[in-house]
């Protein structure tokens, strides 16, 4: 079955950055469109960013400038760079695997906090 493993989350100064990876198997990782998710204490979930099989990404205008999602299909694992993290980015991030542009399979989630 599909298996979607997050690391690299933590907890992170205002201005820092952090990458969090995003490891698959179980399935033909190349061929599917990838993306991730965040859902901080309160709120409702929200797209991040997503990138297509073909490597066409797509970012939520509040991380516009500021995180790069992109995948290595060798090591079936993508990827979401976040530089000048704020605390509003707190949250826990999901990855997904995105079917017709929407999410079909979810990790179990990773917590980014970002406070002094």
């Known amino acids: 079955q599909v298996q979607l493993v997050e690391s690299g989350g933590g907890l992170v100064q205002p201005g820092g950055s952090l990458r969090l990876s995003c490891a698959a198997s179980?399935?033909?990782?190349?061929?599917?469109?990838m993306g991730w998710y965040r859902q901080a204490p309160g709120k409702q979930r929200e797209l991040v960013a997503t990138?297509?099989?073909?490597?066409?990404?797509n970012y939520a205008d509040s991380v516009k400038g500021r995180f790069t999602i992109s995948r290595d299909n060798a090591k079936n694992t993508v990827y979401l760079q976040m530089n000048s993290l704020k605390p509003e980015d707190t949250a826990v991030y999901y990855c997904?695997?995105?079917?017709?542009?929407?999410?079909?399979?979810w990790g179990q989630g990773i917590q980014v906090t970002v406070s002094s």
């Open positions: 997904v695997v995105m079917t017709i542009a929407t999410p079909s399979r």
């Open positions: 179980g399935m033909i990782f190349s061929i599917y469109g």
């Open positions: 990138i297509t099989s073909g490597s066409n990404t």
